[in-house]
């Protein structure tokens, strides 16, 4: 299935796409794809739903409703750095041992095509298209990686936003450089894992005002979705609807010699193979 949450921002119903112009609305069978409906094996419930609705035509038509991210605010947004091996070439850093965390506030997350806004003292925004992970279940200390399956409720396309300054240049700290307002674009699907058939090979893009950036594929993660999932779950407790960022690959505008920082007016386009696309208007700070 691909969900989604269509509406006014704080103002979002549930509903499942259908195909590029029509999608069933499922607000009067889920509040939210939220932390309950996770909880409560809410993909399984809905699934039979969604078909027999499909089947008897019983669609709505997109008629320029807003998208927002196909699930509601998550406990925790958590991020993984450098974890695409070309990536970390351009950067001149060496492939990690073992994957690098860092977070990012929850209220960063908007929808696919909202504004993001450079924030207040910002010297050097930057892009990052990701494979995103939505966990489907409250999981922690899992015996292997095959595990993690289980615990995975879909993928999802993610702009990483960053402002390197914050992040590299005050303090070390590199939530700092991820958790400025509207720093999370997110959607515009949750795709649930039986869709894709192989989330390893998965080919990634991003264009600034047209100019392609970024070209990449989840071929080359360091580790794979599942292995991080395994692996954070040593560390922390992964809620139901928490949201992990995967890494990006080469095409950052830190990459560049001499870097590209996004500036007021830019458009970001980006998308990934089977999970749908995403473009931003970049906004001055206010």
């Given amino acids: 299935m691909y969900l989604m949450r269509l509406g006014a921002a704080g103002s979002e119903k549930p509903a499942a796409r259908i195909d590029d ?5 499922l607000s009067d069978v889920v509040d939210d794809f ?9 993909i399984a419930r809905i699934a039979p739903i969604v078909a027999e609705r499909a089947a008897a035509n019983k669609l709505q038509t997109f008629d320029g409703e807003r998208i927002g991210a ?15 091996s070309d990536h970390a070439a351009e950067t001149g850093q060496a492939v990690p041992a073992e994957p690098i965390l860092f977070t990012k506030a929850p209220n960063t997350l908007i929808g696919p095509n909202d504004d993001v806004r450079i924030p207040r003292g910002a010297t050097k925004p930057d892009w990052e298209v990701e494979l995103g992970i ?3 279940k409250r999981t922690s200390y899992l015996n292997t990686v095959e595990e993690a399956a289980d615990a995975i409720a879909g993928f999802v396309v993610v702009n990483d936003v960053s402002e390197r300054g914050f992040q590299l240049e005050r303090g070390g700290q590199w939530s700092k450089g991820k958790s400025s307002e ?7 699907w949750l795709v649930t894992p039986d869709e894709i058939d ?4 998965l080919g990634m893009w991003l264009d600034i005002n047209g100019d ?32 992990i960022n995967t890494g990006t690959p080469p095409g950052v505008g830190m990459g560049f010699n001499p870097p590209v920082w996004l500036q007021a007016g830019d458009v970001m386009e980006l998308g990934i193979d089977g999970l749908g696309t995403q473009r931003q208007n970049v906004l001055a700070p206010r």
């Fill in 21 to 25: 112009e029509h999608y069933v609305d």
């Fill in 34 to 42: 939220n932390e309950e409906f996770f909880t409560t094996n809410g």
């Fill in 70 to 84: 196909p699930f509601a605010r998550p406990h925790q947004i958590l991020c993984i750095g450098l974890n695409y």
């Fill in 134 to 136: 939505v966990i489907g």
């Fill in 182 to 188: 509207t720093f999370n674009p997110a959607g515009p």
């Fill in 198 to 201: 192989d989330v390893k090979s």
């Fill in 212 to 243: 392609r950036r970024q070209t990449g594929s989840t071929s080359t993660m360091i580790f794979d979705p599942y292995y991080i999932v395994h692996y954070l779950s040593q560390f922390l407790v992964l809620e139901p609807g928490d949201l």
